[in-house]
Every structure is written in structure tokens, then in C-alpha cells.
């Protein structure tokens, strides 16, 4: 339940503290005073869209705060590491340059996922929604939502999916005969291709390792020459290697007359072994080096071969490789397509026919919640002053689609005699209303959402019927928190918390006031309302009337 909600610099509210009561809460006020700016600001902490032009002029950032109670432990906050209370708070910033900052009981969260919880909070229900309700694209959706058909959705989805993707596995196999044969062309000259190559895996790596240490064999000769002239010894100069045996050998020497020398003996000794072996390698390198201008021709002559392949199969040879391996594979699933085509359309037939199992299955649920709908619907209709009023949901049966195979379209007719047409075709005005809230209501019953709130639904209504939305919503209000925004009279008569929306104006600037009325500023209200600014003694004694019912 929505207890507490703080707004700040929207429009032309700089500042409001709103509390809000269990029950039938109405928000009543002249034209442009700013309801419609209240009911905006909710939108906001439910994750709606949010923009810069709502902020108040002069002011830097919007804010908007809420505090809901007995908020259920919905999975929500463990999915997003947001902790659970059930006294929650949610918060929104709106910047100048754009950026929404969003909080829930502290924790940071993005936008979209304040939706998520948004929608377990509160329905918004305006006038627009009639166009939303109206529309028959829509009514398939409302019926699986009443007859809660989530599971059987679920396993129908599953099923088709199936059916869609063998589908498109044949749609892919199947092709003319000269495409088929121009596939099969190109397939066998670029497996050919490749296979005359006789590449190996990481061949084009190791023969531009080779290039290099080909492109530079004078340069290694001249290096290792040196090397090894350097552990060996030249011709006026002794090498590392002979100087360090040298060492080991004085060493070894001192080491029969005092054990002092013992440890730097086998250091010594250790150096001498691994400069030994050094130098063996490096002699060893040196005997291997190849300056062999033919090797050289014929690794860049392998390499050119490569580049070509490359271009048109792969950035190496282990890419090439894979490329042929499918190139195989196609050319396989093509030469032996019409076997293989054979036990895919026998695969889709039974996938099929498990679809059309699941779907009957979805059909049949539908089907026994339309005449549950139709029923309370019709109740409801009834409770609002149009009991001659005739509703059903029209089936039209047709192929697998991916929300079944069935078309639903809400059919009525709002006067005895008249044929079921479409909705949106018959209803006037103040019917559209009273028909939105009455199936508004009845797919209410299968959410767990707490508040509901009815911005001007109530537009087209009067007289009796408008005494009927009233005592409508007062009913829902039983079981649920009910905020409305409303210009009739006998709504607000029946409200248990009123609120008054004033604006005036100071210094230049408009200002937006929140009020919850008292028995004496109800009166004055209802006065308003019934007979504008002239308020008389009559006005006031027909509100008194009507708050006393």
C-alpha cells in the first residue's frame, strides 16, 4: 500500500508531503491544478519514463519519494540485492542533464529494473487504457492473464519453438535443382582447393618463424660466430669457457690445503658445467645454421600458397582446415539432402503434432476462462447500471502461431436487440468507462498488486451511472487501495480520504498545493464541483446531503 509520497520541484509543486489511507482515496481539484502532475510523480517511482521537462523551472533536479507498507517479500529483492522490508521506500532523482538516479530501501538500482518492481506495486489505470482494452490485438493477452495460463503458454512456446526450427531446417534444405547443383560446384572446387595444399595445422606459423631466421642468416652467423669465439677464445684471447676452467682447476688446488675454499670450488665448478653446455649449444646452433638461398625460395613459395588460401578460407591454417571440414559436411548434407529431408519433415511432423496437443490443451483453458470472464464481466456490468448489456469472447480457430492457435476478439452489444459487434464500435462515452472499469476490475482480481489507481476514468459518466462507478470503486476499495483522480461528485462523496489539489500564485511564481479535507472542506469541494464557483447555501446543503449516505 502507497502511505507516504514526497515530491519535489515537479512542475509547479516545489515542494508536497502526501499521505494516503488504506481504503478509497479521491484527489479532486480544478482543471490544471495538477493532478495529473501527482499521478506523474507515482509514475516516476514506479520506473515509468521520467523527463527533464517535468523539472520545475529554476530548479536543478525533480525528486520523488514514496513509502509503501506491507509490501510482500516478493522474489524481486533477492533477485537484485535489494533488502527486503516490508515498510519499503523507493526514491527517484531526475537531473538536468538528463540522469536518473534510483533507489530502493538505499540500493542503487537501474530504471528498468524499478519497473520490474513498479508493476507489483500499483496499476495506473487512465483514459487511455481504454484504447489499450479496445484493442483486439490485446484480448488474447487479457484472457491468458485472467485464466492464468503462464504453464500451458510456457510448454506451447516450448513445443513451437521446436516445430519453428525444424521448419526453418527444411526451409534452408530446400532448393531448386539448378541452385542445388551450382552449391555443389563451388562446394567441390574449394574442397579441392584446399585439399591439394595439404596443409598442416600451425604450418603458416612455423614456416614464418623459418623465413625469418632465413631472411637473417648473416646476421645469426655473425652472432653466434662471436659468441662463440667469446666461450671459446680466439686467437689472442682466451674464452669464458677456458678461463672458468682454469678457475676450477686453482680452486680445487686450494681447496687440498684448507676447506675455506670448498663452497667457491662448486660454485665455480657449477659456472664452468652451464658455460660448458652453453657453449656446446651455441657450436650446435652455429653447425645448423643454413644460409641455403634455395630453402628460402621454397618456404616463400609455400607461404604464397597459404596467403592465397587465406584470403578466400581463413586468417590461418587452422581456420582453413575447419572451413573445409564444413565445406564437407554441406557438400555431404546436399548430396544426401533428400534422405535427410525426408527424416527432418518426419521429425516436424510429430513436432507438430505435439503442438497441436499443447495448443488444443491452451485452447481448452482459454475457452473455460472466457465463460468464467464473460460471467463476472457481465456482473460487473450489471452492478454499473447496464444490465442489458451482452459481452462474450469471439474464438477464431487457425494455424500454429507462436501464442497458439487461436484469435480472440471481446465481442458485446450495449443495447437489447442489438447484435454482438466489436467493442470499440458500439459503447458510447460514459459506457467505454464503465465498461473499462468493470473488466479493469475483473482482471484486477488475478494480480496481487495492492493499489490501483483511476486517473479520470470517470470522463463521460453522470447521473445515475456515475453513482454506480462510485459505488463501484467504493466495493473495490474493500479489498484494495483505491487512489482516483475525479471531477464527479458522488465519487468523492463516497472517498474515506479526500485530498484537494490547489494551485495559486506568489511572487511571480505558480504554486501547487496538496490538502486532506476535513468534513467542512469536503463540503465546500463537493459545493465546487456540483455547481463551479458560486457556491450557495443549496450547493452546500446537497454535498452535506451526500456525504451523510
Not at 515542494?15 to 501527482?38: M, Q, R, W, Y
Not at 491468458?144 to 531446417?169: H, I
Not at 655473425?222 to 677464445?233: N, Q, R, T
Request: charged fraction near 30%; glycine fraction near 6%; hydrophobic fraction near 40%.
Amino acid at each position: 500500500m502507497l502511505s507516504l509520497l514526497h515530491i519535489e520541484n515537479i512542475a509547479v509543486i516545489e515542494c508536497a508531503d502526501i499521505s494516503f489511507h488504506p481504503g478509497f482515496n479521491v484527489l479532486t481539484g480544478e482543471t490544471g491544478a495538477g493532478k495529473s502532475i501527482v499521478i506523474d510523480a507515482i509514475s516516476a517511482i514506479l520506473g515509468e519514463r521520467a523527463y527533464r521537462d517535468m523539472i520545475r523551472t529554476g530548479a536543478n533536479k525533480a525528486s520523488v519519494r514514496a513509502v509503501f507498507t506491507d509490501v510482500p517479500a516478493y522474489a524481486w529483492f533477492e533477485e537484485n540485492g535489494v533488502e527486503y522490508d516490508p515498510e519499503t521506500v523507493i526514491s527517484r532523482e531526475v537531473h538536468l542533464d538528463g540522469k536518473n538516479v534510483c533507489r530502493v530501501n538505499g540500493t542503487l538500482v537501474s530504471v528498468s529494473i524499478l519497473r520490474k518492481l513498479g508493476i507489483q506495486l500499483i496499476n495506473i489505470h487512465g483514459q487511455h487504457d481504454s484504447a489499450s482494452l479496445f484493442d483486439e490485438s490485446n484480448h488474447l493477452t487479457f484472457l491468458d492473464a485472467f485464466s492464468q495460463n503462464e504453464d500451458l503458454m510456457q510448454s506451447y512456446a516450448e513445443a513451437y519453438e521446436r516445430v519453428a526450427k525444424l521448419r526453418q531446417e527444411i526451409s534452408q534444405m530446400t532448393m531448386d535443382e539448378s541452385e542445388k547443383l551450382r552449391r555443389m560446384e563451388t562446394l567441390r572446387f574449394q574442397i579441392e582447393d584446399i585439399s591439394k595444399a595439404e596443409l598442416q595445422p600451425g604450418e603458416d606459423e612455423a614456416l614464418e618463424s623459418r623465413r625469418k631466421v632465413l631472411q637473417n642468416a648473416e646476421k645469426l652467423s655473425d652472432g653466434i660466430h662471436a659468441a662463440v669465439e667469446s666461450l671459446y677464445g680466439g686467437e689472442d684471447t682466451d674464452g669464458a669457457a677456458s678461463l672458468l676452467a682454469e678457475a676450477e682447476r686453482e680452486l680445487a688446488r686450494l681447496s687440498r690445503y684448507t676447506d675455506a675454499f670448498d663452497g667457491l670450488h662448486e660454485r665455480v665448478a657449477d659456472l664452468m658445467y652451464q658455460v660448458q653446455d652453453v657453449a656446446q649449444e651455441v657450436r650446435d646452433a652455429r653447425d645448423e645454421l643454413s644460409d641455403s638461398s634455395d630453402e628460402l625460395e621454397r618456404v616463400e613459395a609455400r607461404l604464397d600458397v597459404i596467403h592465397k588460401l587465406r584470403r578466400k578460407y581463413g586468417a590461418t591454417c587452422a581456420d582453413i582446415l575447419e572451413y573445409l571440414e564444413q565445406a564437407k559436411e554441406e557438400l555431404d548434407r546436399i548430396e544426401f539432402a533428400d534422405d535427410h529431408l525426408e527424416r527432418l519433415k518426419e521429425k516436424c511432423r510429430k513436432a507438430e503434432a505435439l503442438a497441436w496437443d499443447s495448443a488444443m490443451a491452451l485452447r481448452k483453458s482459454r475457452q473455460a476462462g472466457a465463460r468464467i470472464l464473460t460471467g463476472q464481466i457481465l456482473t460487473e456490468l450489471a452492478q454499473l447500471d447496464m444490465p442489458r448489456v451482452q459481452f462474450s469472447c469471439e474464438f477464431t480457430e487457425q494455424e500454429l502461431t507462436p501464442i497458439g492457435a487461436d484469435s480472440v476478439a471481446f465481442y458485446m452489444s450495449a443495447n437489447a436487440g442489438e447484435a454482438l459487434k466489436p467493442m470499440s464500435k458500439v459503447a458510447s462515452g460514459g459506457e467505454l468507462a464503465r465498461i473499462m472499469l468493470a473488466m479493469k476490475n475483473v482482471l484486477a482480481q488475478q494480480d496481487q498488486v495492492n493499489t490501483l489507481i483511476f486517473d479520470e476514468v470517470d470522463t463521460g459518466v453522470s447521473g445515475r451511472a456515475a453513482q454506480k462507478v462510485a459505488e463501484k470503486l467504493r466495493s473495490v476499495a474493500q479489498n484494495k487501495q483505491v487512489l482516483c483522480v475525479t471531477h464527479l461528485p458522488q465519487l468523492a462523496a463516497l472517498a474515506q480520504t479526500h485530498l484537494l489539489i490547489a494551485k495559486e500564485e506568489r511572487d511571480g511564481r505558480t504554486y501547487t498545493t496538496v490538502t486532506p479535507l476535513d468534513l467542512e472542506g469536503r463540503k465546500a469541494e463537493l459545493a465546487r464541483i456540483m455547481g463551479g464557483a458560486n457556491i450557495t447555501e443549496t450547493t452546500l446543503k446537497s454535498a452535506e446531503e451526500m456525504l451523510s449516505v
